[in-house]
Each structure stands twice: as C-alpha cells, then as structure tokens.
C-alpha cells in the first residue's frame, strides 16, 4: 500500500487544464523533493517534474509542478492528446534508513 | 549519451533467486552525488522501488523486501546487480535499472532502463 495517494484518474479535453495531486505526509512530500513521471502505453516512465517544480529539459512548459506542506500537484495545461498517459508522483521517507515511495499513479486521459 | 541496460532471465520459477544485471554508460557510478535504483512494476499496477545503491556504496532497500534484496555495484564494469531471494507469482512484473542524481535533479531517477520483463511461474 502506497504511503502517497494520488487519485486513480483524471480527464480533460483537448486544450484543458488537469491538476493531478499526490498527498503524504511530513516525512516524505513534507520534508523532501516530489518528482513526477509520465508513462505512456507501453513505454518506461519518463522524469517529467524534478525538485517539486523544475522540468528538466525537453519536456514541455505546459507541465508544471507545485507543493505546499505534505502535498504536490502536477498541472498540465493546453492539454494534447499525447498527454495521455500515466503519472505517478515520488518522494524519499525520511526514516532510519530513509526509502522511497510512488503514489499509486493517475490515469490520464484526454476526452 | 546515457544509457542504462537490464538483462537476465525472463523466466523464474518460485522459490528461486533472480539476478538482475544494469549495465550503464555515459556516466559513471563513482562521482559523490551519484546513484542507481531499481524499480519494478507488476503488469498493469504502480511503480514499486526495490533498492538504490550510492556513490560511495551505500545503499536502501525497500522495507517491505528488505530481507529478500541485496544490491550491489561493479565500478570496473560499470554495473549494478539486484538479487532477489524466494520468487514468487506476485513478483513477476518489469524491472527497471534507473540512474538518481543529488546535483541537478535532486535524487530525481533521471535517466531509465527500457526494462526487464520477469515473469514467476513453475
């Protein structure tokens, strides 16, 4: 069971804006950077948010990333069809010893 | 250009061992602030990670396996192997090799492995 819970779907039509959250506590998105990723079908995640906020480069400026408290949010703007896909949300557990944890991912999918 | 490479069986039968072999290139696994994880993912369900191995050959583990991991690291030949002990059905999924950076993606996985499909099953 996923410690960091995001919600199992989201949609939007083409153009829209979609806002996916990932909820922890304050051991892990509390005291540490979240990153994002993106899988389309069939193919490897992809890093699509880093440091809460920062994309690296090549991925579009519609993605954006936030955080406030044991919270984060991924915002997609404009959205494409190939947009469609799955997000999950990661974070470390401060812990001895500290772990990582995924949300459960969110499906995307553009209407 | 960097790149990172999984193999090994993709046929495991239960209660055997799997070893799994990440093979980078174009970085290197000695710089102080450099990492390899793997990560797995049953089919259709979430990202799971296993394990992570530092620079400086620390390493992390998984709480929930940690008794059943053990990563370890060949800087000669710039690899990092997990093996996980007592296969089982429920751990058949896609293992993926993922590099983790401190300086510019702060621990982010950066960079993945295309992944190793493992299926358990006698």
């Known amino acids: 069971q996923s410690l960091l819970t995001q919600p199992p779907s989201a949609s939007g039509a083409p153009g829209q804006r979609v806002t996916i959250s990932c909820s922890g506590s304050?051991?892990?998105?509390?005291?540490?950077?979240v990153s994002w990723y993106q899988q389309l079908p069939g193919a490897a995640p992809k890093l699509v948010i880093y440091?809460?906020?920062q994309r690296p480069s090549g991925v579009p400026d519609r993605f954006s990333g936030s955080k406030s408290g044991t919270s984060a949010s991924l915002d997609i703007i404009g959205l494409r069809s190939e947009d469609e896909a799955d997000y999950y949300c990661?974070?470390?557990?401060?812990?001895?010893?500290?772990?990582?944890?995924f949300g459960g991912g969110t499906k995307l999918t553009v209407l | 250009q960097i790149t990172l490479k999984e193999s090994g069986p993709t046929l495991v039968t239960p209660t055997q061992t799997l070893t799994l072999t990440c093979t980078v290139s174009?970085?290197?696994?000695?710089?102080?602030?450099?990492?390899v994880a793997w990560i797995r993912q049953p089919p259709g369900k979430a990202l799971e990670w296993l394990a992570l191995?530092?620079?400086?050959?620390?390493?992390r583990y998984s709480p929930s396996l940690k008794n059943r991991l053990t990563i370890t690291r060949d800087t000669s030949r710039n690899q990092v192997v997990l093996t996980m002990t007592n296969m089982d059905p429920v751990d058949t999924g896609t293992y993926y090799c993922?590099?983790?950076?401190?300086?510019?993606?702060?621990?982010?996985?950066?960079?993945w492995g295309q992944g190793s499909l493992v299926t358990v099953s006698s």
């Open positions: 174009g970085f290197s696994l000695t710089p102080a602030g450099m990492a």
């Open positions: 993922v590099r983790s950076e401190r300086g510019t993606s702060g621990w982010a996985f950066d960079y």
């Open positions: 440091r809460n906020n």
């Open positions: 990661a974070a470390w557990h401060d812990s001895l010893p500290s772990f990582v944890l």
């Open positions: 304050s051991p892990n998105v509390g005291s540490n950077y």
């Open positions: 191995v530092y620079w400086d050959d620390d390493k």
